[in-house]
């Protein structure tokens, strides 16, 4: 196969892998990738996963490459609650939540994170489209108790402050009733203290 019909072939891709390449061309000869790489038409993310060295890069392209460099995953914590708003801009990692084991990856585009959670924790995003492509984003209730379970100290007093959340924002775009049915979901008594304690400082901001 050559280079540009490997390209037409792939062009809805933003991250191909080796699983997808083969599905069109079955005895693609892997080799042809190094060469690909040297000459500049694309570059390696991960062990297996590639994109086209000329791919536009925005939020929502990163989003879908964060999806599928580790599947399943979503994004959420700091990167969904800088994507909601909800903190000042300054993420430097694309923060995702996985069923799988916490893993990171530094690539060409940027860095990948993926902390874990258990799989009945695995709720609460939604698939959202750009182009002809979708990526799965936590929802803003589910990206905000992402965060506040893996981080137990978030709501002391002045780690709330460091956080500088924009609570009004909060209040104002989310769903309370399907907030307190996501706290019951994580069946932890500890969470909920968490949340009540972060819900009363928003309220009082």
Do not use: C
Request: no cysteine; net charge positive.
């Amino acid at each position: 196969m050559q280079y540009n019909e490997f390209k037409e072939q792939l062009e809805d891709f933003t991250v191909f892998s080796i699983t997808d390449i083969r599905k069109i061309e079955p005895k693609f000869y892997r080799h042809r990738l190094s060469q690909w790489q040297n000459k500049g038409y694309i570059k390696k993310l991960r062990r297996g996963y590639y994109m086209f060295v000329d791919t536009r890069l925005n939020e929502e392209i990163l989003f879908l490459v964060a999806n599928k460099l580790y599947a399943p995953s979503y994004v959420s914590f700091e990167m969904a609650l800088s994507y909601y708003g909800l903190i000042p801009e300054g993420v430097y990692s694309v923060t995702s939540a996985t069923s799988r084991k916490t893993v990171k990856f530094k690539t060409p585009v940027g860095e990948f994170s993926y902390r874990s959670l258990k799989p009945e924790l695995f709720f609460g995003y939604n698939l959202r489209q750009t182009g002809n492509q979708q990526y799965v984003l936590a929802e803003i209730e589910k990206a905000v108790l992402d965060y506040l379970y893996l981080n137990p100290r978030a709501t002391r007093k002045e780690d709330l402050e460091e956080w500088r959340f924009n609570g009004q924002e909060f209040l104002t775009r989310a769903d309370l009733g399907k907030f307190n049915r996501y706290i019951k979901a994580f069946n932890s008594p500890s969470l909920e203290r968490r949340a009540k304690q972060f819900l009363s400082y928003i309220r009082n901001q």
